[in-house]
């Protein structure tokens, strides 16, 4: 077990640069989750997979949020035409299934300029 | 859509004093979770509630799940300065909603 593994730990961009992150989950993990934290909130949820299907995805996402799963191993979250608001740490988590315990990564903390 | 609120959102205590945090839903839950993030860390799972007024412990920690199963509680006996952190519930559904944790700081 070698854990979440994101990248890259930080990003800086400037306002309207697109970025794309990456989450590696626990090898037999076929849960994957994407969330989004801000200073003093609790992670605030983006989107999951089952395998390399995506099932649900936040009404609050942008169409300038995509992300993808191919093969059911990794996922990347792009984002397109960056805003200042943007600004968070997004987490990544894994799971065996449904209701079992989340296995977060360190998250990549993105800052617009 | 499912919410769960938690308070204190915020909780200073001396170091060996009690502390405890609360996490309320307005809908019944099929199950709980609590986490613990150390600053400038990342969640780290803690525990899962799933019985009617069930009680579980880890050393100082005791979580009880309500008869309900509308609210959960966490219980710091004897506060360490390790147990610095946010403490989150979580209500697992297909997506799993958090809290907004309680920050617990920890006076020597």
């Known amino acids: 077990d070698t854990g979440v593994s994101q990248n890259p730990r930080h990003k800086i961009t400037k306002r309207g640069q697109n970025v794309t992150f990456r989450c590696d989950p626990i090898?037999?993990?076929?849960?994957l989750y994407w969330y989004r934290q801000t200073l003093g909130q609790g992670p605030e949820f983006l989107t999951y997979?089952?395998?390399?299907?995506?099932?649900?995805k936040s009404r609050l996402l942008s169409d300038r949020f995509s992300a993808e799963r191919p093969k059911g191993s990794f996922s990347t979250l792009e984002i397109q035409r960056t805003e200042q608001g943007d600004s968070a740490m997004y987490l990544c988590?894994?799971?065996?299934?449904?209701?079992?315990?989340?296995?977060f990564g360190d998250g990549t903390r993105l800052s617009i300029l | 859509g499912q919410q769960v609120m938690q308070i204190p959102q915020y909780q200073h205590v001396q170091e060996g004093e009690d502390f405890t945090t609360y996490c309320n839903s307005s809908?019944?839950?099929?199950?709980i979770q609590w986490y613990k993030q150390r600053p400038g860390g990342h969640p780290v799972f803690l525990i899962q509630?799933?019985?009617?007024?069930e009680v579980k412990k880890q050393k100082r920690l005791t979580f009880q799940f309500g008869e309900a199963k509308k609210n959960s509680s966490l219980h710091i006996t004897a506060t360490q300065t390790t147990d610095v952190g946010t403490y989150f519930c979580?209500?697992?559904?297909?997506?799993?909603?958090f809290g907004k944790g309680t920050r617990l700081h920890i006076l020597p």
């Open positions: 509630l799933v019985k009617s007024g």
């Open positions: 979580a209500a697992p559904d297909d997506k799993i909603i």
């Open positions: 988590a894994s799971t065996r299934g449904f209701n079992q315990p989340q296995h």
């Open positions: 809908t019944t839950l099929s199950n």
């Open positions: 997979f089952q395998n390399e299907a995506q099932l649900e």
């Open positions: 090898s037999e993990h076929n849960r």
